[in-house]
């Protein structure tokens, strides 16, 4: 392609959207690490600040079994902190406490997981944090609100925001999902109202405080649950991975060769092309399938019906029928064949031998920047201080006196 001048030059890409832009990371274990990253992937430059009393964010040491208890960066730790960097500061000493302060005196963003109340026992509130920097963006995640100091741990919410009774089999237990949910509900709603104060922010050249709830972000997530209630008046129960409002939708068959496939049926167009891949035309007359309706108050009969149908099928045959006549449907994936497939891997990042996965995956803004991984507990620690601090050999040995800031896991 040629350049602007016409003589073959390609243009140099343009920089991340968020270049230039600097992040101090307060918080740990998830949502606020996972919107860290975020803005690290769209080109922010992201300093964590971890806890020496816990040797760093405790996800450091959340390890799967047979991982290397040797290493500071978990499989865990490295779903959330891609191209950061690490400095292990002692907040409730004097000197970690200022080397955080001057820290957000050069910040753009700073993003706390601090319990309500804790964050003013250690100088890092709200208030505090602005006027040492008045156009600071503060951004607050808690459990329950700013006035309500309970901890906040995504199971719980989970359970106590309804997704825990709704899911499992209809005569099963309540079941939590299989990941931190609401932690990253809670992380979307973070990152769309920080995106929302630095567009505020260009414009007025103020900061910004806010705040996200767990619980919060759980209760704008219940969608057609929610109104099914609150419009209906029906309460939600458990129906294993069926859809209340549609059906076939979500239901999990299972094939001839062991392979289990999903239907996602939504129109009746969909729902006559279905019958007829399957052999079963007649299905459309049946009075108790003829439309949606007829299908959701019938459907233990109708998933009787297609079940034995598609036992007679493999894999292969299946995948042929169904795409052919363009009805929605899928296999129920492993992780690994999750991660063989076409599409996943644009979202893959891989450096040194280590992959993750981008928290950023939208077409037609941004490419997202190559991320460095993620780093060891405080690796970053005397580049910060010194480079970016400008810290001379008496500030570091009064961060070191203090037990402020371990010098020697730098």
Known sequence: MNGPSGTGATAEPAPPPLNGLKVLELASILAGPITAQFLAELGAEVVKVENPATAGDPTRSWRIAGEDANTTVSAYFSCANWGKQSIALDVGRP???QAVHD????????????????????????????????ALIHAQISAYGRDDPRPGFDA???????????????DGAPLKMPVALVDLLAAHQLKEAILLAL?????DGRGRRLHVSLIAAALASLANQASNFLVAGVVPQRMGSEHPNIVPYGAVYTLRDGR???????????????????GLPGLCDDPRFIDNRARVKHRAALHRVLGERF????????????????VPFGFVNDMRQVFEQPEAQPVLMQTDGLRGVRTFVAQGVAEPRPLTPPPAYNAHGRDILEGRLGYGPEQLGELVAQGAWPEEAG
């Open 103 to 134: 820290l957000a005196r050069q910040s753009d963003v700073v993003i706390a997981s601090y319990k309500p109340g804790d964050d003013a026992k250690l100088g890092l509130d709200p208030d505090t944090l602005q006027a040492l920097n008045p």
């Open 311 to 326: 036992r007679d099928l493999d894999g292969g045959e299946a995948a042929e029928r169904l795409g052919a006549a363009g």
């Open 156 to 170: 719980i919410i989970q359970a106590e925001s309804g997704f825990t009774y709704l899911n499992g089999e209809a």
């Open 199 to 203: 567009l505020e922010r260009g414009r």
């Open 95 to 97: 000197a970690g406490r």
């Open 260 to 278: 289990e496939l999903v239907l996602a049926v939504g129109t009746e167009r969909q729902w006559r092309r279905l019958a007829e891949a399957l």
